[in-house]
């Protein structure tokens, strides 16, 4: 049977709403955490909301989600901006999904750029809030030799004595 194809954002009035709204929020998030404000970043996340960030333990909560954002800011990370590229949302549920770009700046003032993807899971408890927040990064990991090199002492080597695997008898 035909069905007509409708778009992951919809195209009513109350989809487009959402749509925007969330886009509204995802920059409120940004400019508010490029400002220092991080409690107004946390008070988007519902009382259960967790924040997954990558190599960190998940965060529940807004207050220790507050604290977390205060940490990346204390540590460099600024010029947070968010780009939604979809949203789809049913009843009071929608997800977001977009891309990053932040820059951090080290201890000796270089600065490194991070870009990547993200996936906000939101619910309107009176007003949007977010549930799920987790992102990944675009840029390639260190590799596994690179890392064990950085965590070997001063001065060892690693010394390759053959490349020829033994044959059996």
């Given at each position: 049977?035909y069905r007509?194809y409708?778009s992951?954002?919809g195209?009513?009035a109350s989809s487009?709403?959402v749509?925007?709204?969330?886009r509204?929020?995802t920059q409120?998030?940004s400019?508010?955490?490029n400002?220092?404000?991080?409690d107004?970043?946390?008070g988007l996340?519902a009382?259960d909301?967790?924040?997954?960030?990558p190599?960190?333990e998940s965060?529940?909560g807004p207050?220790?989600?507050?604290?977390?954002?205060?940490e990346?800011?204390?540590?460099g990370?600024?010029?947070?901006?968010?780009?939604?590229?979809r949203?789809d949302?049913s009843?009071?549920?929608?997800m977001e999904?977009?891309?990053y770009?932040?820059?951090v700046v080290?201890e000796n003032s270089?600065?490194?750029a991070?870009?990547?993807?993200?996936?906000k899971?939101?619910r309107?408890l009176?007003?949007?809030?977010?549930?799920a927040?987790?992102?990944?990064s675009n840029l390639?990991?260190?590799?596994?030799?690179?890392?064990?090199?950085?965590?070997m002492?001063?001065?060892?080597?690693?010394t390759?004595?053959s490349?020829?695997?033994p044959?059996?008898a």
């Amino acid at each position: 049977m035909y069905r007509p194809y409708s778009s992951p954002i919809g195209g009513t009035a109350s989809s487009m709403d959402v749509l925007s709204t969330i886009r509204g929020l995802t920059q409120d998030f940004s400019m508010n955490f490029n400002t220092g404000n991080y409690d107004q970043v946390a008070g988007l996340f519902a009382s259960d909301g967790i924040f997954m960030a990558p190599h960190n333990e998940s965060i529940v909560g807004p207050k220790p989600i507050e604290r977390k954002l205060r940490e990346f800011g204390e540590n460099g990370y600024q010029d947070l901006r968010l780009e939604t590229i979809r949203v789809d949302s049913s009843g009071d549920m929608a997800m977001e999904i977009g891309r990053y770009s932040v820059s951090v700046v080290s201890e000796n003032s270089s600065t490194n750029a991070d870009r990547g993807k993200y996936v906000k899971v939101w619910r309107r408890l009176g007003a949007w809030r977010i549930v799920a927040d987790c992102w990944s990064s675009n840029l390639p990991a260190a590799s596994a030799q690179a890392s064990e090199e950085k965590s070997m002492p001063p001065g060892d080597k690693v010394t390759v004595i053959s490349n020829e695997v033994p044959k059996s008898a």
